[in-house]
């Protein structure tokens, strides 16, 4: 295991702070490869010239800087397919049914990265558009970095990751190309709020949803922050609201708020909540 830098534990309270992320000593290698860039960029000839700065005066472009290239931004479209083929085939259906009175849900992409989650969940309600005339869907996005949130906004996506879980039909009828890139369409963008939001707000200020997707986030978090955002999540989720979490996020030791589901791995409701979708 590679030696703790002397800035290693100024580094990990800050980040611990600022976005909840959890950098273990196993992990400090991470620090070398995703902070000697930004300490370049900012004219600094190392990292450690680079959090004496940090240290002995208040820089919030530096500290937003160094806390967005620790966080991990990874994200594709359609991620694990399995969330995006239960939303389409079990929940929306349920939803039309409890909704059919106030023809109105809302969807919360927490976490949402630069958009792949969102605009998937955007591209499921177009593919049933015909059931949704007269309703208002409503999807919020939202992320702690701006910088990651202005990339969602744009829609624009390289061969790269347009290649990563989405479909060939999905890329026609939804994208066009722009140059080396894809952007997608703006029936689909404008379908998406983003808006900024740190998980570890006090309190979350976006009203009530039917459905959260809070998916590989929690990861990153120890079990006192994933309890404090659980909590929170929980207030703003209605009683027969869904919660999605990621393929390896849990809540078991963090709330008992929550109780999966059998419709499938990762799909959570409030205890007491939505009969109709069994328990395992
Ligand atoms: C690995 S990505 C997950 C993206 C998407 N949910 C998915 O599953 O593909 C994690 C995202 O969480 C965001 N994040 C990290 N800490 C956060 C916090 N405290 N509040 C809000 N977002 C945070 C990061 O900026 C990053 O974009």
């Given amino acids: 295991m590679t030696q703790p830098p002397s800035y290693y534990p100024f580094i990990r309270d800050m980040l611990m702070d600022r976005s909840g992320l959890v950098v273990t000593p196993e992990k400090v290698y991470l620090l070398e490869t995703r902070l000697l860039p930004v300490a370049h960029h900012y004219g600094f000839k190392d990292i450690g010239e680079m959090i004496s700065e940090l240290k002995s005066r208040h820089n ?27 939303f389409k085939d079990i929940l929306l259906p349920e939803i039309l049914e409890r909704r059919k009175n106030q023809k109105k849900f809302r969807i919360w992409c927490a976490a949402c ?4 989650e969102p605009y998937s969940i955007a591209m499921v309600l177009n593919e049933v558009s015909e059931r949704l005339v007269g309703w208002q869907p409503e999807i919020i996005a939202t992320d702690i970095s701006n910088s990651v949130l202005a990339r969602a906004a744009e829609g624009r996506y390289s061969q790269f990751e347009m290649q990563r879980g989405l479909p060939v039909a999905k890329l026609i009828k939804h994208f066009t190309q722009e140059n080396e890139c894809w952007r997608i369409n703006s029936n689909i963008r404008d379908m998406v709020q983003f808006s ?15 459905i959260i997707f809070c998916r590989n ?32 996020e849990s809540t078991i030791g963090i709330t008992k708020d929550f109780w999966p589901v059998k419709a499938g791995h990762g799909v959570y409701k409030h205890t007491d909540g939505l009969p109709s979708l069994a328990e395992p």
Avoid: W
């Fill in 196 to 210: 900024q939001l740190n998980l570890l707000d006090h309190k979350y200020s976006l009203g009530d949803f039917d």
């Fill in 60 to 86: 919030e472009s530096l500290a937003v800087a160094v806390t967005e290239a620790m966080n991990t931004h990874e994200s594709l479209f359609f991620r694990d397919i399995t969330p995006f083929s239960l």
């Fill in 217 to 248: 986030v929690l990861i990153y978090f120890d079990l006192a922050t994933k309890t404090k955002v659980m909590s929170k999540m929980n207030k703003c989720l209605v009683d027969d609201g869904v919660l999605f979490l990621g393929s390896s």
């Fill in 113 to 116: 990265s630069s958009g792949q």
